[in-house]
């Protein structure tokens, strides 16, 4: 008997055109209404019916369905639990006194300032090379805060280590770069290190938000001129820009700034409410909006937001997005400036979840913790609701602290990302079936 699968969805992009395909597998295709109400009623050629089986739309009984789910968790759990990413919070303090800070703002905090010492960072290093070394791994390193430059010389003493012990990482930063100088960025990029730099737009946009703790100078001003400095060394760097209700307020400015300013590689935060709010669902619209409405304009000056172009690369390179951070799927840890262990870098100045200390335990036993069986177990793949979604494929799921502020549970869902990914399939599907208008062999186009 041939049916639908449980994983068959639909989106209807106009009247007459829908998209059709399996959460599982997103081979789409897509037809006219017609077409599509046969499909419905398996109202078609024993051809059509083969064709449609091979990508998952028809199975011959649910059995099929469930060892397809089988299928893609057992590639899931053979990528879990192996440390891709380790951030190394060097300082919990920053000279920044940004007001929609995540870290500052989080349901979470001790109010805590302290710098990694040398010995802490040494003994992460050192531990965390061994460990990738004995699983042939390579790894990565993201300098995160507060603001990791006010502990600069934890950072070179530890690039420095590095490089002796030929450690197999790749080194990034997060800063906000108004303690970045000429010296630093030739240290910098002599050791690869990429660099995200946190800015929001033009100076009376960027100045409103992002403020010195202790001064009226203005924050703009200070990272702009690094810019020079940083194409001198050919330092790789890239915009880290938070979309605030400003930012939103002044759509066209903000865009053709980016244009001018001629960097290629940015990267979109959206807030993360870290205590109740119920303006998050208009938020989240206007900011997925203009996220979309971003990635048409610049991509015509080359110039690439990282953070859909992680749902593109889903959808086109067919591959099921297992997890949109590194801390689902326990793929990442975060050491904080005392040694503590926590998955999550947002954890930073709280005492909870912490999993273990770096300068007293093994990566082995840190790995053993019921911590890391929630962060392995936190996956649209083990949520119920997530296995219904229509945009299961390209999700990953959310963010564990934003679902903890806004709906009381780190195993709710998030749903302001649930809104983000619903809204970006939408645009992929409609995107997908233009361009294969124009022949574009990544999407299938099957009509009537």
């Known amino acids: ?253 903000v865009l053709n700034w980016l244009k001018q300013l001629g960097v290629k590689s940015i990267f979109y935060n959206l807030y993360h409410y870290t205590n109740y709010d119920c303006n998050w669902e208009k938020y989240y619209k206007r900011a997925c909006k203009f996220i979309i409405k971003s990635h048409n304009i610049l991509i015509k000056n080359n110039i690439y937001d990282g953070r859909i172009i992680r749902k593109i690369d889903s959808f086109y390179n067919n591959e099921f997005k297992f997890s949109d951070c590194g801390a689902i799927g326990a793929n990442q840890l975060a050491i904080k400036p005392n040694g503590d262990v926590c998955i999550c870098h947002g954890y930073l100045k709280t005492d909870k979840y912490i999993i273990g200390n770096i300068n007293k335990d093994s990566i082995q036993k840190i790995l053993c913790s019921d911590e890391i069986k929630f962060w392995k177990q936190r996956c649209t793949l083990n949520n119920k609701k997530c296995l219904n979604c229509k945009a299961l494929f390209i999700c990953g799921g959310g963010c564990a602290i934003q679902a903890e502020a806004l709906f009381g549970s780190r195993q709710a869902l998030d749903k302001p990302f649930c809104m983000h990914t619903k809204q970006t399939l939408r645009w992929l599907l409609k995107s997908g079936y233009l361009m294969s208008k124009d022949s574009v062999k990544k999407v299938k186009e099957v009509r009537q």
């Not at 395909?21 to 081979?27: A, C, R, T």
């Not at 017609?34 to 064709?51: G, H, M």
């Open 1 to 253: 008997m041939m049916m639908l699968s449980k994983f068959f969805h639909h989106v209807k992009l106009e009247e007459d055109l829908y998209a059709i395909y399996n959460s599982l597998i997103m081979d789409v295709v897509y037809l006219n209404k017609k077409k599509y109400e046969d499909v419905l009623n398996i109202n078609l050629s024993q051809e059509e019916i083969l064709k449609l089986k091979e990508i998952g739309i028809y199975v011959d009984d649910y059995h099929k369905d469930k060892k397809a789910l089988e299928i893609v968790k057992n590639r899931y759990e053979k990528v879990t639990g192996k440390i891709n990413i380790m951030y190394f919070i060097l300082s919990s303090a920053c000279n920044l006194g940004c007001k929609y800070c995540f870290i500052e703002n989080c349901q979470f905090n001790n109010k805590k300032e302290v710098n990694m010492s040398k010995k802490t960072a040494l003994s992460a290093l050192i531990k965390y090379t061994n460990y990738l070394n004995e699983n042939k791994l390579r790894g990565s390193v993201i300098f995160y805060g507060g603001e990791p430059l006010v502990n600069w010389e934890t950072i070179k003493y530890i690039l420095n280590k590095s490089v002796e012990l030929n450690s197999p990482i790749d080194f990034s930063m997060v800063t906000n770069a108004t303690l970045l100088d000429e010296e630093k960025i030739k240290f910098l990029s002599n050791h690869k290190v990429e660099i995200g730099i946190s800015i929001d737009g033009p100076k009376k946009l960027n100045d409103k938000n992002r403020i010195y703790r202790t001064s009226n100078k203005s924050v703009y001003d200070e990272v702009i001129k690094k810019f020079p400095m940083l194409d001198v060394q050919k330092c790789k760097y890239g915009l880290s820009i938070t979309v605030s209700e400003d930012l939103l307020d002044n759509q066209d400015e």
